[in-house]
T-cell receptor, first 111, second 117 residues
Framework: LAKTTQPISMDSYEGQEVNITCSHN???????ITWYQQFPSQGPRFIIQ???TKVTNEVASLFIPADRKSSTLSLPRVSLSDTAVYYC????????????FGKGTRLSVIA | GAVVSQHPSRVICKSGTSVKIECRSL??????MFWYRQFPKQSLMLMAT?????????EQGVEKDKFLINHASLTLSTLTVTSAHPEDSSFYIC?????????????FGSGTQLSVL
């Protein structure tokens, strides 16, 4: 299972764009990159998933370079409610292979 | 997206009693579910993989006789914490894969906060 490395914490002001980068140097060919958001005392919430290049949905964008050894979650114009822990997970999305969580990035949005 | 329902959301029990936590996939079938445990300010730790119709696979250091997992149907997995002790107090989270389209996404329940007195 590919190991991931993220910054432990980040601070941002409201309205700014936040980019959280995750390193996953030993990502395998079959692995997808998935980002989750977790609020205190809640289960993780799926944000976005990608394999290569760029993926965008209504809440975030995910940038993946050609070598796939890292990825960047981009949150546009964050608000106070985006304060949470963000996890980058790498792994196969098929069968019974679990996803192993790293330490995550604690994002604090300040007014 | 797919919904994973987990109950109860919070339970307080006396030391020595057993507690059952249910995890249901509401609008999809899940042959595999995963159970995680999370202590305050820490990340999720994988406990076991629950397979429908077969025995669960436990991670190293997780006692299978203490954390009983049953996955009797394609939409339900249960985790029973037997003879709970205060050190078992934790946030337990289940997850399941929605096998839709070409790749599968992992969705999580809302978690169960277990407090053992």
């Amino acid at each position: 299972l590919a190991k991931t490395t993220q910054p432990i914490s980040m601070d941002s002001y409201e309205g700014q764009e936040v980019n959280i980068t995750c390193s996953h140097n030993n990502i395998a060919t079959n692995d997808y990159i998935t980002w989750y958001q977790q609020f205190p005392s809640q289960g993780p919430r799926f944000i976005i998933q990608g394999y290569k290049t760029k993926v965008t949905n209504e809440v975030a964008s995910l940038f993946i370079p050609a070598d796939r050894k890292s990825s960047t979650l981009s949150l546009p114009r964050v608000s106070l409610s985006d304060t949470a822990v963000y996890y980058c997970l790498v792994g196969s999305t098929f069968g019974n292979t679990p996803l192993v969580f790293g330490k995550g990035t604690r994002l604090s949005v300040i007014a | 997206g797919a919904v994973v329902s987990q109950h109860p959301s919070r339970v307080i029990c006396k030391s020595g009693t057993s507690v059952k936590i249910e995890c249901r996939s509401l609008d999809f079938q899940a042959t595999t579910m995963f159970w995680y445990r999370q202590f305050p300010k820490q990340s999720l730790m994988l406990m076991a993989t629950s397979n429908e119709g077969s025995k669960a696979t436990y991670e190293q250091g997780v006692e299978k006789d203490k954390f009983l997992i049953n996955h009797a149907s394609l939409t339900l997995s249960t985790l029973t914490v037997t003879s709970a002790h205060p050190e078992d107090s934790s946030f337990y989270i289940c997850s399941a894969r929605d096998r839709g389209l070409n790749n599968e996404k992992l969705f999580f329940g809302s978690g169960t906060q277990l407090s053992v007195l």
